[in-house]
């Protein structure tokens, strides 16, 4: 089990510009999420994944940003038209669907977006 | 909505000294509780959680008990050490909100020798 792995680790990218992310979470996991996290507060949720399917969406998650899972496996995150604001540590995480309860999130070491 | 509130940081302690952080939390459901920890350049790590009130997590020395009455999730422990210098987030989730989590701001901790 080599855990959640994201890549890049660090981007910096010029406004105007779009850039992707990539998540692969941990093998048998189902659920998949993506934070952002600016500095000095706590991770946001942006979107989850059950397989396939996009469940939800924050509505901190405008529309130049999209989000794919296409094969239930790994996940990709795009800005599009990337602005200063968007400047944050992006994380994913992953976890197994539970039939009752709550599931326990195992995140990835994130992305750092830099836009200048 | 649901939210997490966390003691402000950071805290600066002595090897060997008493540690809490605190935590209070507000849910319209009944939630499960964690703390994640964070080091210098890692990302975020599953420290302790409870899932039902006055379950008890603990893990590396580290406890924090879920209590319902106070809305609080405090994380104890009775004797840091430097390598506990890390960044503390304290989260919540229902299973009627998606899973998602609610992340407190975060309690920076450095511990001197």
């Known amino acids: 089990d080599t855990g959640v792995s994201q890549n890049p680790r660090h981007k910096i990218t010029k406004r105007g510009q779009n850039v992707t992310f990539r998540c692969d979470p941990i093998?048998?996991?189902?659920?998949l999420y993506w934070y952002r996290q600016t500095l000095g507060q706590g991770p946001e949720f942006l979107t989850y994944?059950?397989?396939?399917?996009?469940?939800?969406k924050s509505r901190l998650l405008s529309d130049r940003f999209s989000a794919e899972r296409p094969k239930g496996s790994f996940s990709t995150l795009e800005i599009q038209r990337t602005e200063q604001g968007d400047s944050a540590m992006y994380l994913c995480a992953s976890s197994l669907a539970r039939t009752s309860g709550t599931d326990t999130q195992y995140f990835g070491p994130g992305t750092r977006l830099t836009v200048l | 909505g649901d939210s997490v509130t966390q003691m402000e940081g950071p805290v600066t302690l002595s090897e060997e000294a008493f540690l809490t952080i605190n935590c209070t939390y507000t849910a319209t459901g009944y939630p499960s509780l964690f703390w994640y920890v964070q080091y210098p350049g890692e990302g975020l790590q599953l420290l302790l959680k409870?899932?039902?009130?006055?379950d008890k997590g603990s893990n590396k020395g580290f406890e924090a008990t879920y209590r319902k009455e106070t809305t609080s999730f405090h994380l104890e422990k009775g004797s840091v050490q430097v390598s506990d210098s890390a960044v503390y987030f304290c989260?919540?989730?229902?299973?009627?909100?998606?899973?998602?989590?609610?992340f407190g701001t975060g309690t920076s901790l450095t511990v001197i020798p």
């Open positions: 989260a919540l989730t229902e299973p009627n909100t998606g899973n998602q989590f609610y």
């Open positions: 994944f059950q397989n396939e399917a996009q469940l939800e």
């Open positions: 409870a899932t039902k009130a006055d």
């Open positions: 093998s048998e996991h189902n659920r």
